[in-house]
């Protein structure tokens, strides 16, 4: 049975995921996803600074968004964590289906040799 909390999500192209520093501070950053399993998928550069925080403190926030980050639902508390093998290439995948434009970043990420994390985000 699906997680209601997760509805409000079907259909939606960003979600603002908040990450938070060691001060407390919480950093909003427009992404993309695709909900799978109860759960969200992200991708994004291994090296970026959402993924050193995830690391450093696991507890997120995510909302419905525009792509200009602006915050159009409730916040809902959850968790990150960094995935690997089988369930990135999964997520991967549905990413690819869900944005066109991904096909095109992966081309150029190959390329430019920049690494990507996938990140899970589970409602708490």
């Not at 603002?16 to 992200?42: C, I, M, Q, R």
Request: hydrophobic letters at 40%; a positive charge; proline letters at 4%.
């Amino acid at each position: 049975m699906p997680n209601p909390k997760l509805t409000q999500f079907s259909g939606q192209k960003y979600i603002s995921l908040e990450t938070f520093k060691k001060n407390g501070e919480g950093v909003k950053t427009p992404v993309w996803f695709v909900l799978h399993k109860d759960a969200f998928y992200v991708y994004t550069e291994a090296d970026s600074w959402k993924v050193k925080r995830i690391r450093n403190n696991p507890r997120v926030r995510v909302a419905i968004c525009n792509m200009r980050g602006v915050v159009k639902g409730p916040w809902l508390d959850a968790t990150a964590s960094l995935v690997e093998g089988d369930e990135r290439l999964t997520a991967n995948t549905l990413l690819d289906r869900k944005y066109f434009l991904k096909a095109i970043f992966n081309f150029l990420s190959r390329i430019n040799r920049h690494k990507r994390a996938m990140i899970k985000i589970a409602a708490s």
